[in-house]
């Protein structure tokens, strides 16, 4: 890997979490080394990531030269603005005004339209979710509404809801791809990665829940895509499997159950 060293970047955040998954991959995709410091994030929360993020004190946090930066989709657009040779990579944007526009449309679409289902029923079977990775205070007030409405909801309400995201998206596809294999062309971009963060939460559903949501048969795109994605280089080891998640739930569960009332 090119670029800074590992003392010079890094990640405050959890592995597991998709937001930190999106600044770990767009690192990689620009060769940059970096520490990924995990942090608490359940309260009290870990010194350093109060004293880094003192408005939301949320991960993730980009420490680049001590200096951080925060939220996902602004520290994947310092990125690639800031590592602009990066050893040959490529942009994470597109270079056209026009469709970096449409890119930073559709991952704006993807954090309202599939977060909020897919964490809202993650919610459901897990009480401990929100303390971890979904913070429901910081939400504009028209998601949130959403989401108390779809929190007692059927699962397969929700279910529904994501398939119908997913289903504009693999219209988008075609859009934002021109006929290549990723939204952002013949490489991952902007759009992939506001995405394929959420697979791992996907695969998870449909493991636990018995549903489907990527159907290779209703979404071909889509599931293709998916395939390509998780197999590439700059993702690899990235996006956590379902198991690596009810691990994680089962571990919380017996924190939480141990911790006196």
């Known amino acids: ?65 001590g200096k951080p930066i925060c939220e996902s989709a602004v520290i994947v657009q310092y990125i690639d603005e800031e590592w602009t040779d990066g050893g040959g990579s490529s942009s994470i944007l597109p270079a056209d005004p026009f469709d970096r526009a449409i890119a930073r449309f559709w991952a704006a679409y993807i954090d309202i339209k599939v977060k909020v289902p897919v964490f809202a029923i993650h919610q459901i079977k897990n009480k401990t979710f929100d303390a971890y990775f979904f913070d429901l205070n910081q939400l504009p007030a028209p998601v949130r509404a959403l989401r108390f409405e779809t929190e007692a909801a059927k699962e397969v309400e929700l279910a529904e809801q994501i398939r119908q995201a997913l289903g504009l998206l693999e219209e988008a596809f ?48 889509l599931a293709g895509w998916a395939e390509r994605f998780l ?25 939480t159950s141990a911790t006196p009332a």
Request: with cysteine; proline share 5%.
């Open 1 to 65: 890997m090119a670029g800074p060293s590992a003392e010079d970047v890094k990640v405050l955040g959890l592995s597991l979490s998709p937001f930190v998954i999106r600044v770990r991959i767009a690192l990689r995709l620009k060769r940059v080394e970096y520490e990924l410091v995990e942090v608490r994030i359940t309260e009290p929360k870990s010194e350093i990531l109060v004293k880094s993020n003192p408005v939301y004190k949320k991960i993730p946090v980009l420490l680049h030269r």
């Open 174 to 221: 075609v859009e934002c791809g021109k006929g290549k294999g990723f939204f952002g062309g013949d490489a991952v971009g902007y759009v992939d990665i506001a995405l394929g963060s959420y697979l791992g939460w996907m695969m998870a559903l449909e493991k636990a829940k018995s549903v489907k949501l990527l159907d290779a048969e209703k979404l071909p795109r």
């Open 231 to 255: 197999a590439e280089e700059s993702v690899k080891g990235l996006v956590p499997d379902a198991d690596e998640y009810q691990k994680f739930y089962a571990a919380a569960a017996a924190r």
